[in-house]
C-alpha cells in the first residue's frame, strides 16, 4: 500500500530540475543530434594534439569520461559511503591497476567486459530513475520491478545488438585474436551476419513493449491504482529514443545523443544529491558564491580528465590501465551505491 501523502512531490530535485536534467535529456539529446548531423562541428576533422578528431566526437568522449571518473565524488568524497565500503574504495581499483599494468590478456578481457557493462549500466541508471520516481510516490518498491527491470535492458541492450550500431560494439571481439582467442574474434562476422533478423525482432518487439507499457499504466491507473507517471515518460522517452538511435542512427550521431544524455544525468544527479556534503567537506560554506565556486570545480575538474583521456595514447599500457579502472569502478560503485533499496540514496 502507498506510505506517502499523494501532496508529496513527486519529483527528485524539483519539476524544472527533473524535466531539463533527467526526464527531458534523452530528448533534448536527440534533438541536438538531428540539429548537429551533417554540420562542420560533426563531420570536418581538426587535429587534437596528433589525433584527428571532429568537434562533436571530442565532446562526447570529453563528456563520457568526465562522468566516469565523477563517481568518485560519490564513491571517496562522500564520508558515510566511504566508512562503509573502505576495501571496495581501495584495495579493489589498487588491484586492478597493477594487474592490468602487466597483463596484456587481463586488460584486453576488461576492456571487452567495460564495453558490454557500459550497456548494462546504462539501461540500469535509466530504471533507478523510474524506480525511485516509483518510491517518491509512495508506492511498493516490489511492485512492477521485473517488468520495469526487463523493459530498460531490452530498450537499451537489443537496438545495440540488432541495429545500426551492432558492429561498433562488438568490433571488440576482434581484440580477443591478440591473446590467442580467435574463436571469440569471429563474434563480429557472426552478429553482422544475423543483423538482419536480429533488427527485425528487437527494433519490432521494443517499439510493441513501450507501448504495452504505456497502455498498461493506463489501465492500472483506471483501475484505481497510483501510476508514476513521471517514470513511465521517463521511460518510454528513453526507450525509443534508444530504439531510433541505437537502432537506425538516422542521423549519425548515435553515440553522441545516447551518451551525452546518460552522462548529463549522473552530472546532474550527483550535484544534487553531494553538493552539501561537498560544501561542508571543504568548508566552503552555503552562499552562493561558494556554490558556484564548486560548480567550477565540480564540472572543471572531470572535464579536464575526460580531455586528457582523448588526448592521451592508448598503446600506454600504464594509462590505458588507469582509465579502465576509472571505468569498470564507475560501473561498479554505481550499481551498489544508487541502489534505492540503500538509505544514501
Known sequence: MPTKSATASPYIVGPVYDWVFFLGSPLLALLAGMVMAGTPFADRPFDWYGWEVTGSGLLIGALIHAHLVLVFVRSH??????????????????????????????????????????????????????????????????????????????????????????????????????????????????????????????????????????????????????????????YA?????????????????????MNAFHAVQYFALVWATEREGLLRTLGLGRSPLARAALLVVFVGLPALYGLWVVYFDPAVQVLWALTLVVSLMHFWYDGFIWSVRKRAV
Open 77 to 234: 568524497a562522500n564520508r558515510e559511503i566511504f566508512r562503509l565500503h573502505k576495501l571496495r574504495f581501495t584495495l579493489v581499483p589498487l588491484a586492478l591497476f597493477a594487474l592490468f599494468c602487466v597483463s596484456r590478456p587481463a586488460i584486453v578481457v576488461a576492456a571487452l567486459v567495460a564495453t558490454f557493462w557500459d550497456v548494462y549500466h546504462s539501461g540500469m541508471q535509466t530504471f533507478g530513475f523510474g524506480r525511485i520516481y516509483e518510491a517518491k510516490l509512495g508506492n511498493d518498491q516490489l511492485a512492477g520491478r521485473r517488468l520495469d527491470w526487463a523493459l530498460n535492458q531490452l530498450l537499451y541492450a537489443g537496438p545495440i545488438v540488432g541495429g545500426a550500431t551492432m558492429l561498433a560494439h562488438f568490433e571488440d571481439f576482434e581484440t580477443l585474436a591478440d591473446i590467442g582467442a580467435a574463436a571469440f574474434a569471429r563474434v563480429p562476422v557472426w552478429m553482422t551476419g544475423h543483423q538482419a533478423r536480429l533488427a527485425e525482432l528487437v527494433i519490432g518487439g521494443g517499439t510493441l513493449f513501450v507501448a504495452y507499457y504505456v497502455i498498461a499504466a493506463i489501465r492500472r491507473r483506471r483501475a484505481g491504482q497510483r501510476v508514476a507517471w513521471l517514470k513511465v515518460v521517463l
Open 237 to 257: 522517452g528513453t526507450g525509443l529514443t534508444s530504439i531510433y538511435t541505437w537502432g537506425f542512427n538516422s542521423w549519425g550521431e548515435a553515440f553522441f545523443i
